[in-house]
Nanobody
Framework: QVQLVESGGGLVQSGGSLRLSCAASGRTISNYAMGWFRQAPGKEREFVASIHWAGSYTIYADSVKGRFTISRENTKNTVYLQMNNLKPEDTAVYFC?????????????????WGQGTRATVSS
């Protein structure tokens, strides 16, 4: 079992930045691909970013490319999402997820373990 706990959400003005963290426990995530997803009010959960187990390959949703960066520190069992130039449409609950097998993926069903989420609110 892998337990995931997100942190770092909050309220920020448009154009600002937030850094989300996802701390894993229970077992090492060094051989898991990790992903970030988000769910805005009244909308379905959507893919944001994913990173290969070794950190050598990343994929992003078109809506966040060039603004968000996913990274990982396997020695700390932690994954990050740096969010810059935030927009009001980035307001959502952000979820961290772990995928056994190591390959980055944008598909929700590929992920086995999920955190409870952290809320990010961007004001205009």
């Amino acid at each position: 079992q892998v337990q995931l706990v997100e942190s770092g959400g909050g309220l920020v003005q448009s154009g600002g930045s937030l850094r989300l963290s996802c701390a894993a426990s229970g077992r090492t995530i060094s051989n898991y691909a990790m992903g970030w997803f988000r769910q805005a009010p009244g909308k379905e959960r959507e893919f944001v970013a994913s990173i290969h187990w070794a950190g050598s390959y990343t994929i992003y949703a078109d809506s966040v490319k060039g603004r968000f960066t996913i990274s990982r520190e396997n020695t700390k069992n932690t994954v990050y999402l740096q969010m810059n130039n935030l927009k009001p449409e980035d307001t959502a609950v952000y979820f961290c997820a772990a995928r056994a097998g190591g390959a980055a993926s944008g598909r929700e069903n590929d992920y086995r373990y999920w955190g409870q989420g952290t809320r990010a609110t961007v004001s205009s």
